[in-house]
T-cell receptor, first 113, second 116 residues
Framework: EAQVTQNPRYLITVTGKKLTVTCSQN?????MSWYRQDPGLGLRQIYY???????DKGDVPEGYKVSRKEKRNFPLILESPSPNQTSLYFC????????????FGPGTRLTVT | AQSVTQLDSQVPVFEEAPVELRCNYS??????LFWYVQYPNQGLQLLLK??????LVKGINGFEAEFNKSQTSFHLRKPSVHISDTAEYFC??????????????FGKGTKLTVNP
């Protein structure tokens, strides 16, 4: 089954404690991205990757890091989380960008206290 | 600036009534248009997309959307909604980027609530 998986689905942590949210896709997609969803703000792109070892900033990259060492995996790293990073995070993948369907993971709800 | 506007943040309707969710975008060049749906506690999934050709696009679950280039709109419609259509709906537009690439921009979403 074609899917994008994220782990963990729920995470409560404290300010400053480094965390990683994993994302994996089994569709051999080149393009992957991370979004955060906040009430009233919709989806905002954090980072994206066009291929292995190729990443770039989205609209709200501050406080986040990513890496793309393998085609299927695109982890999101919060080196020093802060309460304003409390949000719902989605990973997505696609075979391209402009005309292709984005496949979304189930989401990770992060709370930083 | 490239932007996507969903004019209604919430739309309540009764079951079996028609519904229209509005989406407008700002662009002077050709774009590609998408509607995604997010059911409670789930990720987003594609409803339909417009790339070229007929301006009336049909999607899953009985939804359709009409592209209007002169009004830069891509409104989503369904003639008769069901309780199961209760979800949040996102319009997304793929704009040409300055570097020759494309940028996908999402609207802020419209929460559709279907009441019995």
């Amino acid at each position: 089954e074609a899917q994008v998986t994220q782990n963990p689905r729920y995470l409560i942590t404290v300010t400053g404690k480094k965390l990683t949210v994993t994302c994996s896709q089994n569709m051999n997609h080149e393009y992957m991205s991370w979004y955060r969803q906040d009430p009233g703000l919709g989806l905002r792109q954090i980072y994206y990757s066009m291929n292995v070892e190729v990443t770039d900033k989205g609209d709200v990259p501050e406080g986040y890091k990513v890496s793309r060492k393998e085609k299927r995996n695109f982890p999101l790293i919060l080196e020093s989380p802060s309460p304003n990073q409390t949000s719902l995070y989605f990973c997505a993948s696609s075979s391209g960008l402009s005309t292709s369907e984005q496949y979304f993971g189930p989401g990770t709800r992060l709370t930083v206290t | 600036a490239q932007s996507v506007t969903q004019l209604d943040s919430q739309v309540p309707v009764f079951e079996e009534a028609p519904v229209e969710l509005r989406c407008n975008y700002s662009s002077s060049v050709s774009v590609y248009l998408f509607w995604y749906v997010q059911y409670p506690n789930q990720g987003l999934q594609l409803l339909l997309k417009y790339l070229s050709g007929s301006t009336l696009v049909k999607g899953i679950n009985g939804f359709e959307a009409e592209f209007n280039k002169s009004q830069t709109s891509f409104h989503l419609r369904k003639p008769s909604v069901h309780i199961s259509d209760t979800a949040e709906y996102f319009c997304a537009v793929s704009f040409p980027d300055q570097g020759g690439s494309e940028k996908l921009v999402f609207g802020k979403g419209t929460k559709l609530t279907v009441n019995p």
